[in-house]
């Protein structure tokens, strides 16, 4: 299975490397979406800091739509999904690859939306390591609910618009979470105030690789 | 753990009918393939030729009836199949970003085959120098025929489907792809090609079967026979094909109907 992981890991990320639609496009609509809100909020940087931690996660919410879509569509062209059925690669590890690959594409995005935060928004971090573990655990259960409705929506026609319907729902406990949580390591980070977020991150991430692993297989037979 | 003796049917239907949705791709198919044969399919366009040939590679689930691939029950034993055959599909399942030999080199590497026979398959199917570094998307379609090709030719699976192979090939390319037929027929593969260009198969193979409607509806013999074909079990050749519900082909004309 490990094999297996780093073998689409490895697959995806030369993709990307090569194709820059993460860095042309992926990114730039996570800086737009940045400025739009600041534009919304006003010229007033007192109501954007304050609304800096929700604005960020919903800015990320949107870029690993694009992501799980980007990497969705990887796999459409040249009958490339029925490739990866047939090579007989390990679903669980295609899971994990197509995981490591998303979840790769997030961190970078979210180290530059952070600097975005802090350079529009004027958003002082207090606690880096909440930001940071924030950032980690809730980058692992955006991409494994991502990758894992990506898959759902992969042999649908209408794959493109029913992904961010099905998945954005569903990743709402990150957005609490990982909001409750930046908004605690701009107020000074205590830490006994993350926790239970934390916890519910954890839970999420773990549900979600849990279900990927066990059913990945399955969703790419019967899409 | 899959079964370890080595299987006398390289491709077993009985019966089997396959949906697409309630649409029946397949409707009952009775079909026997011996290990090291080649048989030819041959039918008229959404006759279920590709069906067939999905159904043999496991791509598309059985409805009912009962299906052995190389022995083994494909559902069951999933990736263990897989890794054992090859489908040569319309699409050559290439990733357009990856280079010629990124691509060969992912799809033998996942199927768990060795590495080491690459260069050789490139060499035999042309794909040298600048064109290994070419990324799949700047290839002709003849191109990325060959590219599946080459990566058929160095995964060597023990089942060969192949859907129209000689489209959109050159003379030159498709007198070796029956070099290559021939030479993983010899080295002991079982090889099913569908076709709509019979005469370029025929010579290649023993046995050619028509499809009908989702049914096997006609079978006649073309070449050498099953038992004869390297790597095939000692057994008549009218065993490989005991479990269809058709009669043996009749003398004159060597077309049998299959009710």
Redesign the interface.
């Known amino acids: 299975m490990w094999r297996?992981t780093v073998?689409v890991a490895g697959?995806d990320l030369?993709?990307e490397a090569?194709?820059r639609v993460a860095l042309s496009q992926v990114v730039p609509f996570g800086i737009v979406a940045l400025a739009l809100f600041a534009f919304a909020l006003g010229p007033d940087r007192a109501p954007m800091a304050k609304a800096a931690p929700g604005l960020f996660w919903v800015a990320v919410l949107f870029t690993t739509v694009l992501a799980v879509q980007r990497s969705v569509s990887?796999e459409s062209?040249?009958?490339?999904r029925?490739?990866?059925?047939?090579?007989?690669?390990?679903p669980a590890g295609q899971f994990l690859g197509k995981l490591l690959s998303v979840g790769a594409q997030l961190v970078a995005l979210e180290v530059v939306l952070t600097v975005g935060v802090v350079l529009l928004y004027g958003a002082r971090i207090e606690a880096w390591w909440m930001i940071v573990a924030s950032c980690l655990l809730g980058t692992l259960g955006l991409a494994a609910a991502g990758v894992l409705y990506g898959a759902l929506s992969a042999g649908l026609r209408v794959k493109e618009t029913i992904l961010p319907f099905l998945l954005l729902p569903v990743v709402t406990p990150v957005l609490l979470a990982g909001t409750r949580i930046w908004q605690a390591a701009l107020a000074g980070g205590t830490p006994s105030y993350g926790s239970p977020w934390f916890h519910l991150l954890i839970a999420f991430d773990a549900v979600y690789l849990a279900l990927g692993v066990v059913v990945y297989g399955p969703i790419q037979?019967s899409a | 753990m899959a079964p370890a003796a080595p299987p006398t049917s390289a491709l077993s239907l009985r019966n089997v009918v396959a949906l697409s949705g309630r649409f029946p791709l397949l409707a009952g198919v009775d079909l026997e393939v011996a290990v090291g044969e080649t048989v030819l399919v041959e039918g008229p366009n959404g006759a279920g030729k590709t069906s067939l040939l999905r159904v043999a590679?496991?791509?598309v689930?059985i409805a009912s009836g009962h299906l052995s691939v190389l022995g083994l029950d494909p559902e069951r034993y999933?990736?263990?199949?897989?890794?054992r055959?090859g489908?040569l599909?319309?699409?050559?399942?290439?990733?357009?970003?990856?280079t010629v030999r990124?691509n060969i080199r992912?799809?033998v590497?996942?199927?768990?085959a060795d590495t080491a026979r690459i260069d050789g398959a490139c060499d035999r199917l042309g794909l040298v120098g600048r064109l290994l570094r070419t990324?799949?998307a700047k290839l002709s379609a003849g191109q990325?025929r060959r590219v599946a090709l080459a990566v058929l030719v160095a995964r060597a699976p023990e089942l060969w489907l192949l859907d129209e192979p000689h489209a959109g090939l050159d003379a030159g390319a498709r007198r070796l792809l029956n070099e290559l037929i021939a030479e993983a027929n010899a080295a002991g593969a079982t090889v099913v090609v569908a076709s709509h260009e019979p005469e370029l198969v025929a010579e290649l193979a023993s046995r050619s079967i028509t499809v009908t409607g989702g049914r096997v509806t006609a079978e006649r013999t073309l070449g050498p026979t099953a038992a004869d074909a390297p790597g095939a079990p000692d057994t008549p050749a009218s065993d490989a094909v005991a479990l269809r519900a058709a009669p043996l082909p009749p003398p004159d004309g060597g077309i049998a109907h299959v009710a």
């Open positions: 297996d073998l697959k030369r993709i090569r194709s990887v062209g040249d009958g490339a029925d490739g990866l059925r047939l090579s007989g690669l390990d037979e | 590679a496991g791509l689930p999933r990736t263990t199949v897989r890794r055959v489908l599909a319309h699409a050559s399942h290439l990733y357009d970003d990856l990124e992912f799809a590497r996942a199927a768990g990324p799949a990325r």
